[in-house]
């Protein structure tokens, strides 16, 4: 058998009333009539002691007959079956796990740290019991490998001013990481009989010996892309400028002090301190 079976076995209630029946009538004829009759069935009834199963919710028992796979019970209750049953619980309950930060190195082989949230239950005990050894170690084993594989292929951050324009990355990109870790997981537990409900990224940074060099990196791209900002911004007012002075004729400009207004400007608008003024009081020659 390579798949898993669910079977029913006996009313746990009603063979407890009649294990222990037999077991103290079994007692009392045995003291009074000095049979070894009765010896023998209160022995037997006392083995039947051990044959009770109890399933408690979102468990399971997986039951073996000296090495031989009999089936699995699901449905919660008290049972009863062969006392000579082997019972091994496997729990079907939601399972969180955490896993450690790993070293790992991306698409660019930036050096990060990164770590996985992973939510898990048994679907199929069989596989969960047989196919594997130890089915929780083998989802920590698996995860870490998956998180590893993923980190390979994506790059922590867009680099665009070095060609690295990626439409995916690790930082940005969280739904469609979350997909590609959570799909990869699931293939790979998928041997065990192990559904993946949720995997997404608990932790993300650079490493250590790099994260002071990135971060002044990051700091430069910002400042860069706020200086163009202020640059464009500052090009478009002085523009403006010129035009509301020749459109009302408040006064003619030549190439020389217009070059001088708005070099003026630029100066006064880019510039990271305020500006001082300077009252001219005399003509525009002066």
């Not at 009765?38 to 090495?67: A, D, E, H, Q, R």
Request: some cysteine.
């Amino acid at each position: 058998m390579k798949s898993e079976k669910i079977i029913k076995l006996a009313n746990g209630y009603l063979m407890l009333f009649i294990v222990f029946t037999l077991f103290i009538g079994s007692i009392v004829m045995a003291f009074y009539h000095k049979t070894p009759i009765y010896l023998i069935i209160t022995f037997l009834s006392f083995i039947g002691f051990f044959g009770f199963i109890l399933v408690n919710p979102n468990t399971s028992k997986v039951i073996l007959l000296f090495g031989k796979y009999v089936g699995t019970i699901k449905a919660n209750g008290l049972y009863w079956a062969n006392p000579f049953y082997r019972k091994k619980t496997i729990s079907l309950r939601a399972s969180n796990f955490d896993s450690e930060r790993l070293k790992v190195n991306d698409k660019l082989g930036n050096p990060i740290m990164i770590s996985t949230i992973l939510v898990w239950r048994v679907t199929n005990t069989y596989k969960a019991a047989f196919d594997v050894d130890n089915y929780e170690n083998f989802v920590r084993v698996q995860t870490d490998a998956a998180v590893r594989k993923l980190a390979s292929m994506y790059p922590y951050d867009n680099f665009a001013d070095e060609g690295h324009d990626e439409d995916i990355t690790l930082r940005s990109s969280v739904n469609e990481v979350s997909e590609a870790l959570e799909k990869e997981i699931d293939e790979r537990l998928s041997i065990a009989g192990i559904e993946v409900l949720e995997a997404r990224i608990g932790y993300l940074a650079y490493a250590q010996e790099i994260a002071s060099a990135m971060l002044k990196r990051q700091q430069a791209t910002a400042i860069v892309a706020a200086r163009h900002k202020i640059v464009q911004g500052a090009v478009e007012m002085v523009e403006m400028a010129l035009e509301e002075l020749n459109k009302k004729e408040i006064v003619e400009l030549d190439e020389e002090r217009k070059a001088a207004m708005v070099s003026n400007l630029l100066v006064i608008l880019c510039g990271d301190k305020e500006a001082s003024p300077v009252v001219n009081a005399g003509t525009l020659n002066h």
